[in-house]
T-cell receptor, first 115, second 113 residues
Framework: SAVISQKPSRDICQRGTSLTIQCQVDSQVTMMFWYRQQPGQSLTLIATANQGSEATYESGFVIDKFPISRPNLTFSTLTVSNMSPEDSSIYLC????????????FGPGTRLTVL | GDSVTQMEGPVTLSEEAFLTINCTYTATGYPSLFWYVQYPGEGLQLLLKATKADDKGSNKGFEATYRKETTSFHLEKGSVQVSDSAVYFCALSNAQAGTALIFGKGTTLSVSS
């Protein structure tokens, strides 16, 4: 089965700066997703990233704040822009395996703290 | 819209106790149902899944049965271990609504020896 990794695993950032999170899968996958898990909360989908097309954002998330790249079938990045303390969360990427049962596999997450 | 409701935690049990974490869902059509587990400091891992009514998913001693009549997917384990301490998330994926996973709020399980 494919392995998925994220970098960095954690970071502490200053308000107003930006952080780019990288997600690498060791095999080619069509659909990748980015989720946010705020402290003590469940996961919320930020966007769906398909290679070769613009990311599709969920309600409440915009491209200017969370730009996403998907340059090939094994890699994606999520940037958290102009950060504020409210952006402190765990950010997780995932990929979709199969098209029938929508089974997703998750990366280990990036724990972001904004001061 | 589609949603998942889990029992509130935390759940605190002694080792070898029986575990049940309730999960109910609301969805149109025929969703697939999943349980994910998040161990301390780690990402989510798929624990088990069921893709149609009356299916039973099982893994590592955990089981859950897809009950369409009660729209439930309760997680059970006959004898928990300290290593089972984690946060458990129930989730659904509805092909009619796209491919995103919809998660419950998560239930924290703490098992003591």
């Amino acid at each position: 089965s494919a392995v998925i990794s994220q970098k960095p695993s954690r970071d502490i950032c200053q308000r107003g700066t930006s952080l780019t999170i990288q997600c690498q899968v060791d095999s080619q996958v069509t659909m990748m997703f980015w989720y946010r898990q705020q402290p003590g909360q469940s996961l919320t989908l930020i966007a769906t990233a398909n290679q070769g097309s613009e990311a599709t954002y969920e309600s409440g998330f915009v491209i200017d704040k969370f730009p996403i790249s998907r340059p090939n079938l094994t890699f994606s990045t999520l940037t958290v822009s102009n950060m504020s303390p409210e952006d402190s969360s765990i950010y997780l990427c995932s990929f979709l395996r199969g098209t029938v049962y929508n089974e997703q596999f998750f990366g280990p997450g990036t724990r972001l703290t904004v001061l | 819209g589609d949603s998942v409701t889990q029992m509130e935690g935390p759940v605190t049990l002694s080792e070898e106790a029986f575990l049940t974490i309730n999960c109910t869902y609301t969805a149109t059509g025929y969703p697939s149902l999943f349980w994910y587990v998040q161990y301390p400091g780690e990402g989510l891992q798929l624990l088990l899944k069921a893709t149609k009514a009356d299916d039973k998913g099982s893994n590592k001693g955990f089981e859950a049965t897809y009950r369409k009549e009660t729209t439930s997917f309760h997680l059970e384990k006959g004898s928990v271990q300290v290593s089972d301490s984690a946060v458990y998330f129930c989730a659904l994926s509805n092909a009619q609504a796209g491919t995103a996973l919809i998660f419950g709020k998560g239930t924290t399980l703490s098992v003591s020896s």
